[in-house]
């Protein structure tokens, strides 16, 4: 009323709403909220391990490893829905909503994986119902949210935050993990305690596999930190900080185990050495070039040496070459392949056979066992697929997979031809940085699953190499 009183349209009162709408979803709040995601992550659990392990209670129970995490990603999940429904009206209410692609996959993301919830053989259940092993709807609205977050966060300063707070979380993980291969724990592990017994590192997510896939990620980070640095700090001191973490980290990495964790950082070795044979064709400078390039043998170095130390002095090297050597000559094919990995994929492709346009269910595995010929309660069953696009495809269908990998496809051809095409150095070293990451998670993801305080790190990494660069048109021909 106010409003109509001194002559302003029902169009300049809208207007009035932009500010303060754009504000509260603008790349910096994105920025901020998925910094706290994953400082907090780390930070919760190692409260609550510490609580736990004084016998606390907290709402007249006592706290046992993780029992804080799927409630943490689930509220996130929700912050971060609530700040896109934000910046959705907020483009709408400007006059001049654009389309970008990152908004569609966003979409499809969510719509398969409703339909695949809706469609469940075993609906309202997910993972048995385990709690800390489960990805529930809020697990993947997370998830997503991630993604879409990623997508707006274009600010290079932003971005090196986003990078520094991946080196935080490794300097907390790597210490954590460190001590744990002298059996020094804060509180106990939920999964895996036979490997604990063997002093691997399982860091703050509870399992040695689960802490692979994130140490091998984080070493990527930091490693690459290290490598760019002559182009992202000023101060030319701070680089060995990155290059002693990272390799902290990486030997951390080789104490979990965890085998998948080689394949990622396999991923990202080849990356760098195929990107740089690259680069030397492209128009970036060539003494930057020949600096990064020198950062880089150097790290390589570091490993190599690392490598060597651990295998003199530990058995965590020797003695998963063995048991590869082993699954080769004995298990290949057989459903005792990879700790059992053979049976688990041979279980997801029957599944997919019979359930390929929606899945047997969100994050619902365990029931493609169950309908397997000759199965008897208390027999085997599984829930993670051990192999991520798998998985997806077992229970989500076919077409979210296709979808997925669709995504993926985008983010990866978009970042190399910005890489390449890049002026500014500064952004053009953050992509690459966030390319290895990339590289490293989706070779390991063949052999790893998606774990709900685990797979985020992931998901804001790709929405990052999902640009908003260029709208979606739909102009008419003729």
Not at 173 to 194: K, P, R, W
Request: net charge positive.
């Amino acid at each position: 009323m106010f409003l109509h009183k001194r002559g302003l349209k029902m169009t300049d009162e809208a207007k009035l709403k932009v500010p303060f709408l754009a504000k509260a979803s603008s790349d910096k709040v994105y920025c901020y909220i998925v910094m706290a995601l994953m400082l907090f992550l780390p930070v919760a659990e190692i409260i609550t391990e510490v609580l736990g392990k004084n016998k606390v209670k907290i709402g007249g129970k006592f706290l046992y490893p993780s029992y804080y995490q799927p409630y943490i990603v689930g509220v996130f999940g929700g912050i971060l829905a609530l700040v896109i429904i934000l910046n959705v009206i907020s483009r709408i209410v400007n006059g001049k909503f654009k389309l970008y692609v990152a908004d569609i996959f966003f979409v499809t993301f969510m719509t398969f994986m409703l339909l695949s919830m809706a469609c469940s053989m075993n609906p309202g259940v997910f993972a048995d119902g385990q709690k800390h092993y489960c990805e529930r709807p809020e697990i993947f609205l997370c998830y997503y949210g991630l993604y879409f977050a990623g997508s707006m966060i274009e600010d290079t300063k932003l971005r090196k935050k986003i990078l520094i707070t991946y080196f935080f979380v490794a300097l907390m993980q790597g210490v954590v993990a460190f001590l744990q291969t002298y059996q020094i724990e804060i509180y106990y592990c939920l999964f895996y305690n036979y490997r604990v017994s063997r002093r691997s590192a399982y860091g703050l997510v509870q399992n040695t596999n689960f802490y692979g896939t994130l140490s091998c990620l984080l070493t990527t980070a930091v490693s690459g930190l290290f490598v760019f640095s002559s182009k992202l700090f000023k101060n030319r001191y701070i680089k060995w900080i990155f290059f002693a973490v990272a390799l902290f980290v990486f030997y951390t990495m080789l104490a979990s185990n965890a085998r998948l964790a080689w394949l990622g950082f396999a991923g990202m070795i080849c990356t760098y050495i195929v990107s740089l044979i690259v680069m030397h064709k492209s128009n970036m400078d060539k003494e930057s070039l020949k600096k990064i390039t020198f950062d880089f043998l150097i790290m390589l170095a570091g490993f190599i040496f690392v490598i060597v130390i651990t295998t003199l002095f530990t058995t965590y090297i020797t003695g998963r070459v063995k048991e590869s050597k082993k699954d080769v000559v004995q298990s290949v094919g057989s459903d005792d392949f990879g700790h059992g990995r053979g049976k688990i994929w041979k279980t997801e492709i029957e599944c997919i056979k019979h359930h390929w346009v929606t899945g047997i269910g969100l994050d619902n595995l365990a029931e493609a066992f169950r309908e397997m010929p000759g199965w008897q309660k208390g027999d085997y069953v599984q829930q993670k697929g051990h192999n991520e696009y798998l998985h997806l495809a077992a229970t989500q269908g076919i077409f979210a997979l296709t979808n997925y990998l669709a995504a993926l496809i985008y983010a990866l051809v978009n970042t190399v031809k910005k890489i390449l095409k890049e002026e500014d150095d500064t952004k053009r070293c953050i992509r690459w940085i966030l390319l290895t990451m990339f590289a490293a998670y989706v070779c390991q993801a063949m052999l790893s699953s998606s774990i709900m305080n685990v797979a985020p790190y992931f998901w804001l990494v790709l929405g990052l190499l999902s640009p908003r660069t260029k709208p979606i048109t739909f102009k008419k021909k003729g």
